[in-house]
């Protein structure tokens, strides 16, 4: 991994082609509302930028229909980046042409240039491979930070990669990623538990099978364990369930059981009588939801048993909120669980966070930076969990 990390390189009188994710978002009037994932592939550019490197950035905006489009165009990231970084950004509003490459070959040491929206051209989604070398030639080597989009094949975030063969190499952000989730994977302290919620076991279901024979315990919360207590023979009244899901439910609770893996679903449960913050609320025992009541959280009895099981680990894994975090009435499980995780990373333990919501549940709280390691890569992430090969990361790893 060492080699390939820019750490360990010197990129003066370089020209790096660097991808990163810029897919910010902005509000009707096109202003970023939260610049997060700008701001955390700083390091990286910087480094290269005080290296000495001409560096050209490519990054994706939204969901373009193929070619130009001015309301998807990269200009208020390009503004956006001159003030992160105190210094112009090169940019033209426009689909690589003569005047883009003449730009791009004479860019100078500590000179920055950003290329339009990366997805205006069909070769990107595709991978096309004469799209990558197009874009190979504007630099001499490549640098990937886009974690986020690691578990694409594109040509930007890992067909191009090909084209440097000895000159490819993670951005901070991207080997921060690798390396945490490496460790998660691969030789992570013992008890290692899983805390996976959220509200579909079918989005889950992946990596529960794939977390099964690498964990010492699985917590199963939010939405999701009500297929599993209806499996079980549970009344859940009308808590959100996917019947179709019921068989597989018990299937990956025997494989549990087989191997060894205690499991653990909550116990109370705190219900509504309609989906709303301010509905009339009672605790129950989650396999006991009266009819015409929902399941909107964990009782207090589940967060004293999960609480015990985060404090006796030494490695855990949380994805999937214990509730309907987004209710300020039904958000105390999933802080709860966040304050525990937090605390077990004081004492020592290593604690990855990941999912959209998840990160968005923590963040919430202001207990990111007390954990050992939020994940930027809501997508990326979760198909990392689910043991699939990132195309990102092999294609700069091979
Ligand atoms: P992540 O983005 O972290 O992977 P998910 O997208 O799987 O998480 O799940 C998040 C959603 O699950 C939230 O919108 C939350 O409201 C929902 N959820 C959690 N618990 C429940 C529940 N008991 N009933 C309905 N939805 C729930
Ligand atoms: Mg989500």
Not at 328 to 344: D, L, M, Q, S, Y
Not at 357 to 369: H, N, P, R, T, Y
Request: charged residues 25%.
């Amino acid at each position: 991994m060492n080699s390939n990390s820019i750490k360990d390189v010197n990129f003066k009188g370089r020209k790096v082609l660097l991808r990163v994710d810029f897919n910010v978002p902005m509000d009707d009037h096109r202003h970023i509302t939260d610049d997060t994932r700008m701001r955390e592939s700083m390091p990286t550019i910087q480094k290269l930028l005080t290296d000495g490197a001409a560096v050209i950035i490519m990054a994706h905006f939204g969901r373009p229909k193929g070619g130009f489009d001015a309301a998807l165009s990269l200009g208020p990231v390009a503004k956006h980046l001159e003030e992160l970084l105190q210094k112009p950004v090169v940019f033209f509003p426009e689909l690589i042409n003569d005047k883009v490459r003449e730009a791009a070959r004479n860019l100078q040491g500590g000179e920055v240039m950003l290329l339009e929206n990366i997805r205006f051209y069909e070769g990107e989604t595709k991978g096309d491979e004469s799209f990558a070398r197009e874009l190979a030639s504007l630099g001499d080597c490549y640098v990937n930070d886009a974690f986020g989009a690691a578990h694409r094949e594109h040509a930007s975030t890992a067909v191009v990669a090909r084209c440097f063969p000895h000159d490819k190499y993670f951005g901070f952000l991207m080997e921060h990623e690798v390396r945490n989730l490496e460790k998660l994977m691969h030789g992570a302290a013992r008890p290692f538990t899983a805390i996976i919620g959220g509200s579909k076991v079918s989005s889950k279901i992946g990596i529960l099978e794939n977390l099964i024979p690498k964990v010492d315990n699985m917590v199963i919360i939010g939405g999701m364990r009500y297929t599993f207590t209806k499996a079980l023979g549970g009344k859940i009244g009308n808590s959100i369930c996917e019947d179709d899901k019921m068989d597989l439910a018990l299937a990956l609770l025997k494989k549990m059981d087989e191997a060894g893996v205690q499991y653990y679903l909550p116990t109370d449960s705190v219900i509504a009588d309609n989906f709303s913050n301010d509905a009339k609320t009672q605790v129950v025992a989650s396999n006991a939801v009266p009819d015409g009541w929902e399941s909107m959280d964990c009782g207090p009895e589940s967060c004293r048993k999960i609480r015990e099981v985060i404090m006796a680990s030494k490695t855990i894994l949380w994805n999937g909120p214990a509730g309907v975090f987004e209710f300020p009435a039904f958000a105390k499980g999933t802080n709860e669980i966040a304050r525990c995780v937090a605390e077990a990373c004081e004492q020592g333990t290593f604690a990855a966070i990941g999912g959209g919501d998840s990160v968005a549940a923590v963040k919430q709280m202001g207990l990111a930076d007390r954990m050992s390691y939020v994940s930027t890569g809501g997508g990326a992430m979760l198909e990392y969990l689910e043991g699939k090969a990132l195309p990102g990361i092999v294609a700069i790893e091979q």
